[in-house]
């Protein structure tokens, strides 16, 4: 129902039992924003689908739907409640505009918004990459790379542990890189270099290049990032499920790097590799 929905629609949001938000109990709610005009549509496919599932016998009953007008600003800010200051690594404070909490001796701080990117530091696929940036904070970046950069958290962590080295944050997504100028500026951080694109794109040769995707886009990629390491230099790999780990990293190995180390936290893990 939420992928059919989903296609029609401007964002999808699935609550049940396991999400931050939650359904009531054996229930599971389908939040969609759409645009008026296409109202119709999204009400006629739920409907096709509910009859479908009937028809294979899936019990799919009490379905209901309510509707709500909603302002665009108001769907974006919605999740803002659960974005507070957060300590990522040993170091690193994280801060929302709207939480601005005073930073202790020794803090790096990273203030953020988001906008609709990834990357608030609060998901685990995040943190487990700044944990292992922190490991490698001795080795010697003078380039880096940041490919997925999202919010741009992972180049402002970079920024700071490498300060005199140059970056460059790409993303697939338009709006993510538009988000990551604005948060470059909020943190005054004018040694990283921003674009729009994908790995086949940069010609760029990094000492260290992070990558907080997911398996499904890694590891048909693996062949092309030997070319942006340089020889000896890191790759960090995030985004994995703990069971996808060994595959991924039997491709990188396969590829040309070395496992230096993996970390784990919640049902997701990270590798550190070596080229
Ligand atoms: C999980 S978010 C990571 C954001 C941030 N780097 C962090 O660690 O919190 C993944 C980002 O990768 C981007 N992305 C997905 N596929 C990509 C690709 N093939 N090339 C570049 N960026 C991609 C998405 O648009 C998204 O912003």
């Known amino acids: 129902m939420a992928d059919a929905v989903g296609e029609l629609t401007e964002g999808v949001e699935i609550r049940d039992g396991s999400t931050i938000i939650r359904a009531g109990a054996g229930l599971a709610v389908i939040v969609a924003q759409c645009r008026p005009e296409v109202e119709a549509e999204v009400l006629a496919e739920i409907e096709a689908v509910a009859g479908r599932l009937k028809a ?56 953020i918004d988001p906008g609709r990117a ?33 919010s741009g958290i992972l180049s402002m962590v970079a920024a700071q542990l490498w300060p005199a080295a140059r970056g460059l944050a790409v993303d697939i997504d338009p709006e993510a890189v538009a988000t990551t100028v604005e948060n470059l500026e909020r943190n005054r951080i004018a040694t990283v270099e921003t674009r729009v694109g994908v790995l086949r794109d940069i010609p760029e040769v990094s000492d260290l290049v992070l990558a907080n995707i997911e398996a499904g886009v890694l590891v048909p990629l693996a062949a092309d990032f030997p ?35 993996r970390r784990d936290e919640d049902e997701w893990a990270a590798l550190s590799l070596r080229r």
């Open 227 to 261: 070319a942006r390491v340089v020889p000896g230099g890191s790759l960090v790999l995030s985004g994995l499920l703990a069971e996808q780990a060994q595959a991924v990293t039997d491709a990188f190995i396969a590829a040309g790097f070395a496992l230096e180390s």
């Open 56 to 111: 294979a016998g899936v019990e799919a009953e009490p379905l209901s739907v309510r509707r709500r007008e909603a302002h665009e600003d108001e769907w974006r800010d919605v999740w803002k409640q659960y974005f507070r200051a957060t300590r990522v690594g040993r170091t690193f404070l994280v801060r929302p505009s709207w939480d601005p909490r005073p930073a202790a001796d020794g803090d790096r701080i990273i203030d």
């Open 118 to 150: 990834f990357g608030t530091g609060g998901h685990a696929s995040t943190r487990l990459v700044i944990g292992l940036c922190e490991e490698l904070e001795d080795r010697r970046v003078e380039r880096f790379l940041d490919l997925g950069c999202g």
